[in-house]
Nanobody
Framework: QVQLVESGGGLVQAGGSLRLSCAAS????????KGWFRQAPGKGREFVAA????????NYADSVKGRFTISRDNAKNTVYLQMNSLKPEDTAVYYC?????????????????WGQGTQVTVSS
């Protein structure tokens, strides 16, 4: 069983930065792929970024490439999402997720564990 708790959300002006953190319980968290998703009001949950548990390879949604960076600290059981050059359209509730397996999906379906979400609001 893995429990995920996000933090670091808030209100920021366009062009600003935030770093989200996702702390996990469970000794085997290092062997899970980790991901970030977001859900804006009235929209479905969309993939943002993910990092592989084994080689650390990453994958990003086109909308955030070059602006967001996902990273992990296995010693702290934590995954991060550094968000730079934020835009109003980045406003959403951000969720972290975890899944085991050979690879990770880039859609919501298939991820095993989810956090409760943290609100990110970008003002224009």
């Amino acid at each position: 069983q893995v429990q995920l708790v996000e933090s670091g959300g808030g209100l920021v002006q366009a062009g600003g930065s935030l770093r989200l953190s996702c702390a996990a319980s469970g000794r085997t968290f290092s062997s899970y792929h980790k991901g970030w998703f977001r859900q804006a009001p009235g929209k479905g949950r969309e993939f943002v970024a993910a990092i592989s548990w084994n080689d650390g390879s990453t994958n990003y949604a086109d909308s955030v490439k070059g602006r967001f960076t996902i990273s992990r600290d296995n010693a702290k059981n934590t995954v991060y999402l550094q968000m730079n050059s934020l835009k109003p359209e980045d406003t959403a509730v951000y969720y972290c997720a975890a899944v085991r397996g050979w690879t990770f999906p880039v859609v919501e379906k298939g991820w095993e564990y989810w956090g409760q979400g943290t609100q990110v609001t970008v003002s224009s």
